[in-house]
């Protein structure tokens, strides 16, 4: 059997959630906080979630943020 490569674990930038980090540059422990701290970064001038913010954060605010993240690319 192969063994998992084992990853260093790291807190997430945005939700703080502790997550393997498979690439060295990896700041967001997946998808959705990496578009919400864009969103919050775009329209709120927050560089990264507060805590204020990651309880009002509902799938509307990760609709909005997927729709400025894709038109941005």
Partial sequence: MKRR????KIECSFCGKVFDMQ???????????RL???????????????KANKKNV???????ASKLYLRSS
Avoid: D, L, M
């Avoid at 690439?23 to 906080?33: I, L, M, N, S």
């Avoid at 919400?36 to 507060?50: A, I």
């Fill in 58 to 64: 509902t799938s509307n605010v990760i609709q909005k």
């Fill in 5 to 8: 490569k084992e990853y260093p």
């Fill in 23 to 33: 690439r060295k540059w990896a700041k967001f422990c997946g998808t959705p906080c």
């Fill in 36 to 50: 919400k701290n864009h969103y919050f970064k775009k329209t709120k001038g927050v560089s990264n979630g507060s």
